[in-house]
């Protein structure tokens, strides 16, 4: 007569006290709840598999419920019944969801910003602050969230194509960003091959012009009376325009001007070379009429660390279209005006009309000047 198996109630489970050593208490065809000296009641499957005596664990009373785990038992035991190992399957599983965590937790945003975490000490801050704007405004929001590895060339065709409808410029910059992304990726052993190895073609070329700019002397006189009469600005975007045709350096070197830079005293402005597009430290010469604006606006932003703070956040500076917007409140069109503009306007003056060397104009405009005698010369 075949044994008899007495299952285990709800209130043997519950009720089990501990003792000085574990023990067992089964519930029929290799299932049994293991009380633990701990506390614990822990559901345990044993089974026999190619010869041998194996254990698969199931969880933990109450969480998982006697018929949970009786349900997890039958299953175990037609896989058995099939030549299947339980515990092997449990295993790959496992395996697999370690996996998939994996794949889930590398997104592009996070590999994003672990890219550029590990390029920023070769890049200026500007162009390091400027880049990671712009992945944050037109990539993460869309494909942000994207495992990376789910990531195909024709989804970074379709990015570059929606951004470059609106600005060519900023889809040429990110086409660069998506290569070394990738490339980063893949040297870290995420990807098997880069998807953005060959975008070639995708963006359409930029045709070179000038910044636009007034370069006659009245026409610059009329500039410069607009903005000193203008009240459609705030006052610290109003010192950045009138302080911009007299230093004349890139629209980013002076949006990110910090007060540590400056010996008002001496009047000169150091700008570091982190900030600068050359990556070289630059010294710029004030004027009267520069050092009386920035005093000026020393009582407005001087205890803190920008001097053209944002308009939102003090301890930000400016964004790089507030010097733009401003003019076009002003009622001068991008085919006037723009925030580079002053630079043209600056070397067009000092060279055609004022009578300077170009040599000492490149260099106050820290382009990169061919030296025939040397650097020591410049």
């Given at each position: 007569m075949p ?7 709800f ?5 089990a ?19 633990t ?5 822990l559901?345990r499957f044993?089974y026999?598999?190619?010869g ?6 199931f969880?933990?009373?109450?969480e998982?419920?006697i ?12 896989e ?5 190992d ?10 697999q969801?370690?996996?998939?965590a ?6 592009f945003?996070l590999?994003?910003?672990r ?12 162009h ?13 929001p ?9 990531i ?28 070394g ?12 091959q ?8 995708i963006?359409p ?8 700019a007034p ?5 610059v006189a009329?500039?410069i009376?607009?903005?000193d ?5 705030t006052?610290?975007t ?5 302080l ?11 949006r990110?001007?910090?007060w ?6 001496n ?7 982190e900030k600068m ?8 010469p ?19 660390k920008?001097v053209?703070?944002?308009h939102r ?5 400016m964004?790089?279209?507030t010097v733009?917007q401003?003019l076009r ?9 723009s ?6 306007m ?14 000492p104009i490149?260099a ?15």
């Open positions: 044994k008899r198996i007495v299952t285990l109630t209130p043997q489970v519950d009720n006290k501990t003792r000085a050593k574990d023990y067992k208490l089964s519930d029929g065809e290799g299932l049994h709840l293991l009380v000296h701990s506390g614990g009641k559901w044993q026999r598999y190619a041998k005596q194996k254990t698969l664990a969880g933990s009373f109450p998982i419920s018929a949970d785990a009786r349900d997890l038992r039958d299953k175990a035991r037609k058995v019944a099939k030549g299947i339980p515990g092997e399957v449990k295993k790959a599983l496992k395996i969801k370690q996996a998939q994996t794949i889930d937790a590398n997104t945003e590999i994003a910003r890219w550029h975490q590990h390029k920023n000490p070769e890049w200026s801050k500007n390091s602050d400027r880049l990671l704007h712009r992945l944050e405004l037109d990539l993460f869309t494909m942000g969230k994207r495992p990376i590895v789910d195909k060339r024709s989804e970074l065709v379709g990015e570059l194509r929606r951004v470059s409808a609106r600005t060519v410029e900023t889809a040429i910059r990110l086409k660069i960003a998506f290569y992304i990738f490339r980063f990726a893949l040297d870290e052993g995420l990807i098997d880069n998807p953005a190895g060959d975008l070639k073609g963006v070329r930029v045709k070179a012009k000038h910044m636009s370069t006659q002397p009245r026409k009329e500039l009376k607009t903005i009469c203008s009240t459609r600005m006052f610290v109003k010192c950045a325009l009138r911009a045709p007299l230093v004349f350096i890139r629209p980013g070197e002076l990110s001007a910090e540590s830079d400056f010996d008002l005293d009047s000169v402005w150091n700008i570091p070379g597009k050359m990556d070289e430290p630059h010294l710029v004030l004027s009267k009429q520069a050092v009386m604006i920035l005093r000026e606006i020393h009582f407005l932003t001087g205890q803190g920008y053209f703070c944002g956040s003090p301890t930000k500076y964004s790089e279209n733009n401003a409140r002003m009622g001068l069109g991008k085919d006037e005006i925030g580079h503009g002053f630079r043209a600056a070397r067009t003056l000092l060279h055609e009309v004022l009578g300077f060397l170009p040599d490149e106050q405009l820290a382009h990169a000047v061919p030296d025939r005698l040397g650097t020591a010369y410049n």
